[in-house]
C-alpha cells in the first residue's frame, strides 16, 4: 500500500519571503498523481496543485512550484511572495491512475503553516 | 454551481444515536467518496462508490454504511454511534476520466458524547 510523509507538523514563514513544504511517498507504482491541498480554517479542502509522475516538468500554479524527484519520492510545494492568506494546513496526497474508481486519494499528516506579518 | 454538498454542517449525537450524512454532487460524477478526518490528522478513506449501485469499503467502514441508488446522492449512515467516530467527514467526488482530481464537499463535524 502506498504511504504519504510529511514530516514537517509545523512551518512558519514571513510575509513575502519563500517557504518550502516537504513530502515524501512510498510506492511500487510508476504512473500515479500527487496533489497538494490546501485546508484553511473553514475546513474546505481547495486543491493548490497537482503533479502527473509521467511528466518530468514541475508543476507551477502562479506563486506554488513544486519540486517532483521521482527517483528519491519526493513532491516538496514551494510558496514564494508568502501572503497572510496562504496560512492553512497544507496536505501532500497521492493517487494511482487506475481507471476503476478504486483510487481514493491517500493523504499525508499535514503541515500547518503560518505567515507571520 | 453548487458542486459538492454535504448536510448537515454540524451535528452531535448521544452514544448508540444513529444518523445519516447527506452528500449530493452535481456534476454528474461516476465516483464519489467519503473520508474522515481526526483531529490533527490527513483524511481517511470510509467508503466509495464507482457508480450508481456499486459501493466497496474503504480503509475504516466499521460502524458505516453507504448506498447509492442515484449518481447525484452517496449518503452514510452511522449506526449505534460511539465517541471513536467523532472527526470531520468529507464527501468528495470525481468524474471517470483518470486524470481528473477529487471534488471535496465542505464537511461535516461530527461530535458523539
Known amino acids: 500500500a502506498q504511504t504519504v510523509t510529511q514530516s514537517q507538523p509545523e512551518m512558519s514563514v514571513q510575509e513575502a519571503e519563500t517557504v518550502t513544504l516537504s513530502c515524501t511517498y512510498d510506492?511500487?507504482?510508476?504512473?500515479?498523481?500527487l496533489f497538494w491541498y490546501k485546508q484553511p480554517p473553514s475546513r474546505q479542502m481547495i486543491l493548490v496543485i497537482r503533479?502527473?509522475?509521467?511528466?518530468?516538468q514541475n508543476a507551477t500554479e502562479n506563486r506554488f512550484s513544486v519540486n517532483f524527484q521521482k527517483a528519491a519520492k519526493s513532491f516538496s510545494l514551494k510558496i514564494s511572495d508568502s501572503q497572510l492568506g496562504d496560512a492553512a494546513m497544507y496536505f501532500c496526497?497521492?493517487?494511482?491512475?487506475?481507471?476503476?474508481?478504486?483510487?481514493?486519494?491517500?493523504f499525508g499528516k499535514g503541515t500547518r503553516l503560518s505567515v507571520i506579518a | 454551481n453548487a458542486g459538492v454538498t454535504q448536510t448537515p454542517k454540524f451535528r452531535i449525537l448521544k452514544i448508540g444515536q444513529s444518523m445519516t450524512l447527506q452528500c449530493a454532487q452535481d456534476?454528474?460524477?461516476?465516483?464519489m467518496y467519503w473520508y474522515r478526518q481526526d483531529p490533527g490528522m490527513g483524511l481517511k478513506l470510509i467508503y466509495y462508490?464507482?457508480?450508481?449501485?456499486?459501493?466497496d469499503k474503504g480503509e475504516v467502514p466499521n460502524g458505516y454504511n453507504v448506498s447509492r441508488s442515484t449518481t447525484e446522492d452517496f449518503p452514510l449512515r452511522l449506526e449505534l454511534a460511539a465517541p471513536s467516530q467523532t472527526s470531520v467527514y468529507f464527501c468528495?467526488?470525481?468524474?471517470?476520466?483518470?486524470?481528473?482530481?477529487?471534488?471535496f464537499g465542505p464537511g461535516t463535524r461530527l461530535t458523539v458524547l
Open positions: 468528495a467526488s470525481r468524474p471517470r476520466v483518470s486524470t481528473d482530481t477529487q471534488y
Open positions: 510506492t511500487s507504482e510508476s504512473d500515479y498523481y
Open positions: 503533479q502527473e509522475a509521467y511528466k518530468q
Open positions: 496526497a497521492y493517487r494511482s491512475p487506475s481507471f476503476s474508481g478504486n483510487t481514493p486519494l491517500v
Open positions: 456534476m454528474n460524477h461516476n465516483y
Open positions: 462508490s464507482v457508480g450508481a449501485g456499486i459501493t
